[in-house]
């Protein structure tokens, strides 16, 4: 059974309002059950999670403090409550933690949450806002909501200016600055940030937008899959975008980002978009793009065996080289008020490659140590596996590279022949082919995506509305 109750009531001249929200989700995953044998130990039985929440505004709504608390509560089997502990929104199984332990034996949890958070909204030039919120270790709402990572307490801030009187080179522009970071509950910080962005509209209406991120180093909690924290690199990246004036029959908007860190790791994207009217009754638009990057700290494996400066385990990543390049085509064309044709497709071609694995070399570091040196060895043995040595111990890996092409497309024909009575034709294709080569893609995987194998799916879909006297 699930339930969901959520109020909210406005109230004031300037339309603050406050609510709570209840959730609650009950199992029968008993033994005796018909489908419980098995899963009271993936599921829990009882997911209680509630809260509430408000926005006061003030001066006509220029002034907004808005913010929430919340509470959840899970009871279930050992085993159940187990994998809530272990999974990869807390990892309780870190063995560098000392503010919260593994408990097998537990058979409920308990986390709260809160937000708070104050803004200026309106006002002819300056806007501000700044905001804290935290997420305790237990907290856990999976059940019914979706949490990425418990054991969080994150902070922002930002300021921005605007001018929307036109100049005599700019109609409008904004130009904000942010700063934020995040911590785990044992006041280790996991990242921070420093962003400058600005936006501008010519008096032609072309615009451009422009991005600069600064992040230095920090440490994670959660990069070893459970094991201990380790050390990230600081980074930067930047975006530029330029489009023209979007009220014309032609409209285009080109967009690059680039970034690195002090690992070795980049990243690079290109992407365009070009919409054409032609006519009132139709629209053309295709958005091409092309990304390449380097992920300096991919996570591979967790292997026993190893050294005491990671905990008896070794912590195993590699860089991975990836490349994407894609096209979104769609068609809009409207015969008549009631009669239409919509198409879209999306040719997609990805790669990725590995190498130069190594594992984790102290706990809280950020440097690996590399197979094939300080005394270990690697080769590859060409039957998808990796042989490493370090002195007399030896294991494998798996070897993972991929080329991955899809070819996806809709054809929808949409024919309203009576007010709210519509037929609906729909066609797709859905296309997709492996290699386990890792070759950068180039163009050419666009039109290999559409020789693909893969299957066609037509459907029909009818509604009749019935007129009541």
Do not use: C
């Amino acid at each position: 059974g699930y339930g969901v109750l959520r109020m909210q009531q406005e109230f004031g001249a300037d339309a603050s309002t406050a609510g709570i929200i209840l959730t609650a989700v009950e199992r029968d995953v008993s033994t005796e059950s018909a489908v419980g044998d098995g899963l009271q130990y993936l599921l829990v039985r009882r997911a209680l999670t509630g809260g509430a929440d408000w926005n006061l505004r003030f001066n006509g709504g220029a002034y907004e403090i808005d913010g929430g608390l919340g509470f959840s509560y899970l009871q279930g089997h050992e085993r159940a409550i187990e994998r809530v502990q272990t999974s990869s929104a807390r990892y309780f199984q870190r063995p560098d933690v000392s503010y919260v332990s593994l408990d097998t034996t537990r058979t409920s949890l308990a986390g709260w949450v809160g937000r708070l958070g104050v803004e200026k909204a309106a006002g002819k030039h300056w806007l501000w806002g700044a905001e804290i919120n935290a997420e305790s270790p237990g907290f856990e709402i999976n059940d019914v909501g979706r949490l990425n990572a418990a054991d969080d307490v994150d902070a922002y801030a930002g300021i921005t200016y605007r001018e929307n009187t036109p100049g005599s080179v700019f109609q409008a522009y904004i130009v904000g600055a942010s700063v934020g970071g995040g911590w785990n509950f044992g006041r280790q910080r996991q990242y921070s940030f420093l962003d400058l962005e600005s936006t501008w509209t010519f008096r032609n209406f072309m615009g451009s937008y422009l991005s600069v991120d600064f992040s230095p180093r920090a440490q994670s909690d959660a990069l070893t899959r459970g094991g201990p924290s380790m050390g990230t690199p600081a980074s930067w990246s930047a975006i530029v975008s330029v489009n023209n004036n979007r009220q014309g029959r032609l409209y285009w908007q080109a967009m690059t980002f680039g970034g690195s860190n002090e690992n070795g790791g980049w990243a690079s994207e290109t992407t365009a978009e070009v919409t054409y009217r032609p006519g009132d009754r139709w629209e053309i638009g295709i958005t091409p793009g092309y990304y390449r990057t380097v992920d300096d700290r991919q996570y591979v494996t967790t292997i026993p065996g190893g050294r005491e400066e990671t905990y008896g385990n070794r912590y195993v990543f590699s860089f991975i080289e990836r490349s994407q390049v894609f096209a979104r085509t769609r068609l809009n064309l409207a015969l008549t008020p009631d009669f239409t044709l919509e198409l879209y497709a999306e040719p997609f071609a990805a790669s990725g490659r590995y190498y130069d694995f190594g594992e984790l070399l102290t706990a809280g570091g950020r440097d690996l140590r590399t197979y094939g040196t300080d005394g270990t060895t690697i080769v590859y043995e060409g039957n998808g596996s990796y042989a490493v040595t370090d002195g007399g111990d030896s294991f494998r890996l798996q070897r993972s590279d991929f080329n991955v092409v899809s070819f996806r497309s809709n054809l929808v024909l949409r024919w309203e022949w009576n007010p709210g009575s519509t037929l609906y034709l729909v066609w797709q294709q859905n296309r997709l082919g492996f290699e386990p080569h890792g070759d950068l893609v180039g163009v050419s995987g666009l039109w290999e995506s559409m020789s693909a194998e893969g299957e066609d799916f037509f459907a029909i879909k009818l509604s009749y509305w019935i007129p009541f006297l």
